[in-house]
Nanobody, 118 residues
Framework: QVQLVESGGRLVQAGGSLTLSCLAS????????MGWFRQGPGKEREFVAE????????YYTDSVKGRFTIFRDNAKNTVSLQMNSLKPEDTAIYYC???????????WGQGTQVTVSS
């Protein structure tokens, strides 16, 4: 079965950097676009970034453009999120997910907690 495991979340000071990773198994990883989402305290889950199957195309929500970079390694079945200039409002549980041909996301991981202190 498809399994996604996120890692890399921790407590970091505002202005700091962090890289999250997501290891996928149980699917032909290189065939699927992948996304990162986050859910802050008391908030709904929101889209953060997406990367095409090839890694050529990337998309970001406005609030992270210029600060976050999504990238993938199809040989290692991983998708990562480099986060720079972190802000307290970036505090959230971060999830990766697979974008299916239906254009919906599925197969969510368990998430990794990012806490940005001011």
């Amino acid at each position: 079965q498809v399994q996604l495991v996120e890692s890399g979340g921790r407590l970091v000071q505002a202005g700091g950097s962090l890289t999250l990773s997501c290891l996928a198994s149980g699917l032909t990883f290189s065939k699927y676009p992948m996304g990162w989402f986050r859910q802050g305290p008391g908030k709904e889950r929101e889209f953060v970034a997406e990367i095409s199957w090839s890694g050529v195309y990337t998309y970001y929500t406005d609030s992270v453009k210029g600060r976050f970079t999504i990238f993938r390694d199809n040989a290692k079945n991983t998708v990562s999120l480099q986060m720079n200039s972190l802000k307290p409002e970036d505090t959230a549980i971060y999830y990766c997910a697979v974008k299916l041909p239906t254009m919906h996301y599925d197969y969510w991981g368990q998430g990794t907690q990012v806490t940005v202190s001011s």
